[in-house]
C-alpha cells in the first residue's frame, strides 16, 4: 500500500448529483448515482462507474465515495448515491464518512515520526516508556502493538465500553485486571488496547496528557481540511449517516436465496483511548491527499516509509500480514499496502503500480476492500494471487470458484493464496447476508489447507448458514480432530448435535 514521481493534485472529474430512492415495498435503497459522462482524458472512469453502481445495487449500499490517485495525482474523485436515507441528501466530494479503524494508519505514521527522530524504539518494552502498567504487560514491544501480536485483553470488550455513562478509569481498570490470552509474539489477535498504549507512549514523548490524539500534524501537513476527530454523539456537518443492515429470510427466495437486508442507523462512541485506533472522519478526496503527502515523503522519509510496510515475524519466524498499524498484502510481487476501517471503508496503495484508491461507504458490512483491487486494476495495477482471482469472480459469479482458481494455477503456477486472507473474504460475505457465496470461499479454503482446524470451523460455519446441517456437523468434527481446544468449534457442534 511507495508512489515514484508524484508531483501534486490533478483536476478532479466531479459528478452531477441525482438523488438516491427507495423501494416502497421493501425499504431497500436502490442506487440511482451521481455520475457524468465519462471523458476522453479518463476512460477509466466509466468503467468505474458501472461497476460501483453495481456493487452498491448488490449490497444495498446508500452512499460511496472514491478517488484514485496516480503518478501522485488525483485522477479520480466521484461521488455516489445518497449520504442519508431519510432527507436523502446526495454525496458530494465534501461529504463526510467515518473511517474507523483507517484510523489505526494514521498512528502507525505518527508512531514512526517518533522512530524518524530518535526518540522510539520499536523493540523496546512499553515499559520503558509507560511506568503504570500491569507486570504482564510491561515487556510487550511497540512493534508487537501495532502490528496487534501483543496478547493484550482487548478494551472495546469492557463493560460499559459503549455507554457514555459509564468514566474511562473504570473501563481502563477493567482492562488491566483481565488476563492476557497469549505469549507476546505468539499469534495475531486483532485488540483495541494496543492502540491506546501507543498513543500514551507516544503523548508522553512528545508532553502532551494523556489520550491526546496523536495524527494531528499529519492531517494538517497533507492538507487535510474535511478531516477531524468525531463519533455519534457530536454534530458533523456534512457527515453521512452511518448503517448496518440486519437479514431476513427471503420469503420469495430471491436470487441465490439472498435474505431481505433492512438497514438500521448505527451509533458510535470513540472515547479519548480510543482515538488511536479509531474515530476519524474524512473524506476519500482529503485520503488521497494524504496518501500523495506520505508516498512523496513529505510525512515520512524513505526508510521510515519501508518499514512502515514490512511485515512484522512471530516469535517462530513465521512473516506476519501486518507492518506498523497497516496491512502489508502479496500481490505477486506487486503490493497492496492500506487499512480498512468498520466494515465500510477501505484504502489501498500499490507501491509498485503507482496507484492509490480509497473507497468510503456509509454501510457497515459494504467491505469496500473487496472492491478496491478492480478499480486499481482500471488504473493499471497488475493484479496477481487473491487480488485476480477476487476481479474473475466478480465478473463471472461465485459459482464458478473451482474453475477460476483452476485458471489462475494455469496463469500463475506457483500462486499462494494466504489461508488468513481467504478467511477474512469468507467472513466478510457471511457477515453480509452472502452465506452461498461464502460457502464457495470457505470451502475453497479449507481444500487448500486441508489441515487447518480454523479453515474446517469456518467451512462448517458456511455450511450451517446455508442449511447443510450434516455437511456442518461433519467439518466442525473435523475441525476438532485437528485442534482439539477449538471451543467455538465443540460449541457449536454441541447446538447442532442437540437440533439447533
Known sequence: MTMRGMTGLAAVLMLTVAPMTAN??????????????PTATDPAAAQVDAFLQEQMRALGIPGLQVAVIQHGRLVLSRGYGVANLQTPVPVTNETIFAVNSIT????????????QAGRLDLDAPVGQYLDDLPAAWRPITIRQLLTHMSGLPDIN??????????????????????????????????????????????????GQPPDTPISGWEIEAAGMTHTAYGDSSMVTPGKAAGYRNSFAPNPAGGPDGAPVATPHPVYELFRPMHRASSGLDSTAEDMARWMIALSQGQLLDADSLRLLWTPAAFNDGRPG?????????????????GMTGGGRSA?????EDDVGVVILTNLSGASPEDMIDQVAAFYGAK????????????????????????????????????????????????????????????????????????????????????????????????????DSKNQNAERRLGTLKAGG
Open 24 to 37: 416502497a415495498a421493501t425499504g431497500k435503497a436502490v442506487v440511482a448515482a451521481n455520475r457524468a459522462a
Open 104 to 115: 489505526k494508519a494514521f498512528t502507525g505514521v505518527a508512531a514512526m515520526r517518533q522512530v
Open 157 to 206: 470488550r469492557a463493560p460499559g465500553d459503549r455507554d457514555e455513562r459509564v468514566g474511562g478509569d473504570a473501563i481502563w481498570a477493567w482492562v488491566q485486571a483481565q488476563p492476557m490470552k497469549f505469549t507476546p509474539g505468539e499469534r495475531f489477535d486483532y485488540c483495541q488496547t494496543n492502540y491506546t498504549l501507543v498513543q500514551r507512549v507516544v503523548d508522553r514523548l512528545t
Open 321 to 337: 500480514q501486518w507492518g506498523l498499524g497497516w496491512e502489508v498484502l502479496d500481490r505477486g510481487g506487486h503490493r497492496a499496502v
Open 347 to 351: 484504502f489501498f496503495l500499490y507501491p
Open 383 to 482: 493484479l496477481a494471487g487473491l487480488a485476480a482471482l477476487r476481479v474473475d469472480i466478480q465478473r463471472h459469479g461465485f459459482d464458478q470458484v473451482p474453475a477460476l482458481y483452476a485458471d489462475l494455477k494455469a496463469r500463475e503456477p506457483g500462486v499462494t493464496l494466504q489461508e488468513a486472507e481467504l478467511n477474512d473474504w469468507g467472513y466478510r460475505l457471511l457477515s453480509n447476508g452472502q452465506p452461498r457465496n461464502a460457502l464457495a470461499i470457505l470451502k475453497l479454503t479449507a481444500d487448500l489447507y486441508p489441515d487447518s482446524g480454523n479453515a474446517q470451523d469456518s467451512l462448517a460455519e458456511a455450511l450451517a448458514a446455508t442449511g447443510d446441517k450434516p455437511a456442518a456437523i461433519l467439518a466442525y468434527q473435523r475441525a476438532l480432530e485437528l
